[in-house]
């Protein structure tokens, strides 16, 4: 039988009786040869006192190592379990306080890892949800149409008509597909946001160019408040993007003859831009679900849009170091504020 295969009891039994027939076997050549009987009793007496201290260390030593085994059971299964970790004996000798400690490491990497898959998959759950929801209505719409433009005659009229509203639920499908690949990107790290100097002005021009035609649509005015030849570490096409989201949302709901207010300041520490209109205003309730993903008012339902603008203006502010507020009053607008970190 292999020594590594033996149980910790069987092999203390063999190193006691190993010592034992040692010390007697010395005693026996110690007496032949210096023929004292006193001397080999003092040996034999010393020889015990070795030998029982010796199986009191082993005693306890084996105790030791047998409840630091029972604790590194639990622990390994606790560790497999995903439950709370037991405590660590610390007191233990110093290589088995060397394992305890690492395997504490472990098991908090194991329980972060744990908790890193699981907040993955429900947002993974969350966004497939999402999506669903948000391709449900288009999809259908488009099945109906073609259904329609199958199965009943047409005029030429009533064909183009079908036409215009397939393109219409193509373009909500594209700008929810496009959002989502943007927001993806952003939150996956592959596409990474590269500050730079740059000036502010240029920036909200690039975003203001997206809305000047449905904001004539509508007959809304604009006023810019911006100082010239600001500038401020940022990324201007991303931050650009995030300033077109606020403008759109603030032409979508304004009514026609409102206006639209932008101004910059610059702090001390931030940059403020503030996107204000004078909309229907969002309840206090609502300020802070409306940056959630895919979240939109009971009330705007009828407004076209898909819940994402806000939510994406936020993440591409948030990866730049600032943040952002909103202030609204039922019936007075909003006003929705960027601060962007100065460096």
């Not at 060397?98 to 998959?121: F, G, T």
């Not at 047409?154 to 215009?164: A, D, K, N, T, W």
Request: proline share 3%; glycine share 8%; net charge neutral.
């Amino acid at each position: 039988m292999k020594m590594e295969r033996l149980p910790v009891k069987k092999l203390l039994g063999i190193i006691i009786c190993g010592a034992l027939a040692t010390s007697a076997i010395l005693l026996l050549v110690l007496f032949w040869v210096t023929g004292n009987g006193w001397l080999v009793l003092y040996g034999g007496a010393l020889t015990a006192v070795l030998l029982v201290w010796g199986g009191v260390f082993l005693y306890c030593f084996q105790k030791k190592l047998t409840r630091f085994a029972d604790s590194l059971c639990r622990t390994l299964d606790d560790m497999m379990d995903s439950a709370a970790r037991p405590g660590m004996d610390y007191e233990a000798e110093t290589l088995l306080a060397r394992i305890s400690h690492r395997l504490e490491r472990l098991y908090r990497v194991m329980q972060q890892d744990r908790n890193s898959v699981a907040k993955e998959k429900a947002e993974l759950q969350s966004l497939l949800s999402d999506i669903s929801h948000q391709t449900r209505t288009p999809v259908a719409n488009l099945k109906l149409i073609h259904e329609t433009m199958l199965t009943r005659p047409l005029s030429g009229e009533q064909r183009e008509e079908f036409l215009r509203a397939a393109g219409s639920q193509l373009d909500k499908l594209d700008f929810l597909i496009q959002a989502l690949v943007k927001t993806s990107r952003l939150e996956t790290g592959v596409i990474v946001l590269e500050k730079k100097d740059a000036a502010i002005e240029d920036t909200l021009a690039a975003a203001i160019n997206g809305i000047l035609a449905p904001m004539e649509k509508k007959n809304l005015s604009l006023s810019v408040d911006c100082p010239e030849e600001l500038t401020v570490s940022h990324d201007s096409r991303w931050t650009s993007e995030a300033l077109f989201n606020l403008l759109d949302n603030a032409v979508k709901y304004t009514p026609p003859g409102g206006s639209i207010r932008v101004t910059v300041q610059s702090g001390e520490m931030y940059l403020k831009i503030d996107v204000a209109d004078t909309g229907r205003g969002i309840p206090e309730c609502e300020h802070a679900a409306i940056f959630k993903r895919f979240y939109r008012e009971e009330a705007v339902h009828e407004t076209d849009g898909i819940g994402i603008g806000l939510y994406l203006a936020r993440k591409i502010v948030t990866m730049q170091g600032g943040y952002m507020m909103v202030a609204s009053e039922i019936g007075k607008g909003s006003t929705f504020s960027i601060f962007l970190p100065r460096k």
